[in-house]
């Protein structure tokens, strides 16, 4: 076997394609391999078929490099790979809320037949807990080369809009193994990341896949627990935006991931905490993760209060009202629209009957596919030409350069709701505006 080992990434999606093109660069033969022939044409024209900063640059850099390629072939991949990386996704199934773990079962079961030596596979994706155990006795049975085949688990941390830094310049790796052959083999597949001294903890299996979700729920826990407070400002005139800043200094709080707002969307974040609290109940401990249906509910509430101070600043009633949404991407640098707090507000007040226009930097044709009702303008000032209000929703930095006096002249009356504390409110008042934001005083 080669000291650097030839790496697959099965499913070239939105954390596929990011670790494929980044091994790449940093020096290791890749295969990316996908059922979509779309997307794998797509890649190997040197496109990628969502938006992340960076990623397009080097893409092209490791398709120069001719060290990148993709297939459709799962036996290319199993000819090829010494490591197999499975990147695809687990949302949430449709008919309950645990994790559909369709892809990653036909991922394994297409793969296995193919590996006819020693070879390691790698879990990335978000799974429930036991899961791993259950794939490794699935992939000796099925691989001719049984027993030889093992299965470690690395779970993925990476955010969207940062995913290149992330993977290149992780916090820290987790090695989820059963052997000291398959702990090395890992060290050989993330090489060059080790060597700028990135922590690796190496533990078990199920730690390893528990890690991630444990992760997510924190940071899901620390927004909706600002988010709480922000409702207890609300009742008392307090100020959330001064309370997460006073809170913010101690040290053992952090200012991150406790800003308040409209609250966390995407395609990880409400999907896990759910999957782990389904998953908990049928281990039987349901009652120690109980609180994460809160905090989905807290989350849930924030989305109804920004369409009820749209309300509130329409007099009470939305219908045939020209509402400006700014923003359709569940945050900004991104133009994922999975479950995002954004378009559920906009659509929420289309469904009152006003008359919703929607402008975002990247998301548009996105939130056009799945939102046809919804009217699209060009720009943040078109979006607004004529509005009762305009609703903030995702916080690109180009709407927080936005002139309040500029669009105060194409409105038709000035009243905003800044659904991300995005804005500083005495700059707008100052312009004339009515200026809202949750959990702060009007
Ligand atoms: C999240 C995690 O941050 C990553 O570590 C993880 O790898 C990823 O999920 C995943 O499981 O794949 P991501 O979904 O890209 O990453 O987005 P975040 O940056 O975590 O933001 C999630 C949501 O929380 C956004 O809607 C954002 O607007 C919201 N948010 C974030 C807040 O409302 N307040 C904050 O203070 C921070």
Same mark, same amino acid.
Not at 84 to 99: L, Y
Not at 262 to 267: Q, V
């Given at each position: ?138 992939? *000796?049975?099925? /691989?001719?080369?049984?027993? =030889? ?7 993925? %941390? +990476? !955010? #969207? ?112 905490? *759910?999957?782990? /609290?389904?998953?908990?109940? =049928? ?7 109980? %609180? +994460? !249906? #809160? ?148």
């Amino acid at each position: 076997m080669p000291a650097s080992p030839r790496l697959t990434v099965i499913g070239t999606g939105y954390l596929g394609a990011t670790h494929a093109i980044c091994m790449a660069v940093l020096g290791f033969e890749v295969l990316g391999v996908d059922v979509d022939t779309d997307k794998i044409e797509k890649l190997s024209s040197g496109e990628v078929p969502f938006f992340e900063p960076g990623l397009p640059e080097l893409l092209t850099k490791a398709l120069e490099s001719g060290r990148l390629r993709f297939t459709t072939s799962f036996a290319e991949a199993g000819a090829f790979g010494d490591v197999h990386f499975v990147c695809v996704g687990t949302p949430q199934r449709a008919d309950s809320e645990a994790a559909d773990l369709t892809y990653v079962d036909a991922a394994v079961t297409s793969l296995a037949p193919h590996l006819d030596r020693r070879t390691l596979v790698v879990g990335k994706s978000t799974v429930p807990v036991g899961t791993a155990a259950r794939l490794a006795a699935l992939l *000796r049975s099925l /691989a001719p080369a049984g027993d =030889e085949v093992e299965l470690a688990w690395n779970p993925e %941390f +990476l !955010r #969207e809009g940062f995913a290149v830094d992330d993977t290149m310049r992780p916090d820290r790796l987790v090695f989820g193994v059963t052997s000291e052959w398959a702990e090395q083999r890992l060290r050989a597949a993330f090489q060059p990341v080790l060597a700028q001294d990135v922590p690796v903890k190496v533990t078990d299996l199920q730690t390893a896949e528990l890690v991630k979700v444990a992760a997510n729920s924190f940071l899901a826990t620390k927004i909706s627990y600002i988010n709480a407070m922000a409702e207890v400002c609300e009742a008392t005139g307090a100020d959330v935006h001064d309370l997460a800043e006073a809170l913010a200094y101690d040290e053992r709080i952090g200012g991150r991931f406790l800003r308040p707002g409209l609250g966390f969307g995407g395609g990880c974040l409400p999907k896990d905490i *759910r999957a782990f /609290a389904h998953r908990a109940e =049928e281990l039987g401990v349901g009652q120690a993760v109980g %609180f +994460l !249906r #809160e905090i989905d509910g807290i989350n849930r509430r924030r989305r109804a209060r920004t369409v009820d101070l749209v309300v509130e600043l329409c007099d009470g009633d939305v219908a045939g009202k020209r509402i400006a949404a700014l923003g359709a991407a569940f945050k900004p640098n991104s133009d994922d629209i999975r479950d995002a707090p954004a378009l559920d507000v906009a659509a929420t007040l289309h469904r009152m009957g006003a008359d919703v226009v929607v402008f975002d930097p990247a998301a548009m044709e996105n939130a056009r596919r799945v939102h046809p009702e919804l009217a699209y303008a060009t720009s943040a000032l078109d979006a607004a030409r004529d509005a009762d209000v305009v609703v903030l929703l995702t916080e690109w930095n180009e709407f927080r350069d936005i002139e309040p006096a500029a669009m105060a002249a194409v409105v038709r009356r000035a009243k905003i709701v800044d659904g991300r504390h995005a804005l500083v409110p005495a700059h707008w008042r100052a312009a004339g505006w009515e200026y809202r934001a949750l959990g702060r005083p009007s």
